[in-house]
């Protein structure tokens, strides 16, 4: 059982370039987050999904978009990277809302 | 909305207990209480959470006040391995978001 698998988990972007990272969890689970953490701010919340085919805003959506289209992944994109989106992206998945959340080991991006 | 306060950092000896704090004295009755951990560069691992009645688990437990504005997450023999940043959350509303803060830096010394 992999739990939440993030790929990839280092990358180097120029300014403009454009990417996507995936998560993949292997628990059935409904709900699948993206977070990121920058040095002392703690995680924030990107976007969610509460479903397949659904996806939401979080805290801070702006430079991202999202897809669900199957339910065990959960994709984030970047149509063009600035450095301001140098940070540690965590994925993370739950069967409901009220559980706690599985963490992926994260994917550190650089925006140079 | 509920958010919560920690001491930014700690220190615990090895084998005893370590009694980490959090306040959310904004919190709403249908809140829960959540506390995640953090160790160096990995994802964050869910620990425990509850609502009104102390919670125990295989890795800690948890003593909320009666008056839920309080909780303290206790790691029972910390080993060095219990090293890392730990978050004390609480969800906002009905809503999704879990603010997560910067939370507390436990170091556990030998």
């Known amino acids: 059982n992999a739990g939440v698998t993030q790929t990839p988990k280092f990358r180097v972007l120029k300014t403009g370039q454009s990417m996507t990272l995936l998560c993949a969890q292997d628990m059935n689970h409904e709900y699948m987050y993206w977070y990121r953490q920058d040095p002392g701010m703690g995680l924030r919340l990107i976007h969610y999904s509460v479903g397949e085919g659904t996806t939401a805003k979080g805290e801070v959506p702006d430079g991202y978009n999202v897809s669900r289209l199957k339910k065990q992944n959960f994709l984030l994109g970047l149509e063009s990277a600035a450095p301001s989106q140098t940070s540690v992206y965590f994925c993370?998945?739950?069967?409901?809302?009220?559980?706690?959340?599985?963490f992926g080991s994260g994917t550190r991006l650089t925006v140079v | 909305d509920a958010k919560t306060t920690q001491p930014t950092s700690m220190d615990c000896a090895e084998g005893r207990a370590a009694n980490l704090p959090c306040n959310h004295s904004?919190?709403?009755?249908?809140?829960?209480v959540y506390w995640y951990r953090q160790i160096h560069s990995q994802g964050p691992q869910y620990i425990i959470h509850g609502l009104k009645n102390n919670e125990t688990n295989e890795m800690a437990s948890l003593i909320i006040t009666e008056d839920r504005k309080s909780s303290t997450l206790i790691l029972p023999h910390a080993t060095l391995r219990d090293t890392a940043v730990y978050y004390c959350i609480v969800r906002v509303g009905t809503g999704n978001q879990f603010y997560f803060g910067t939370g507390t830096s436990l170091t556990v010394i030998p």
């Open positions: 993370a998945s739950s069967y409901w809302r009220g559980d706690g959340y599985t």
């Open positions: 904004t919190i709403s009755g249908n809140e829960y």
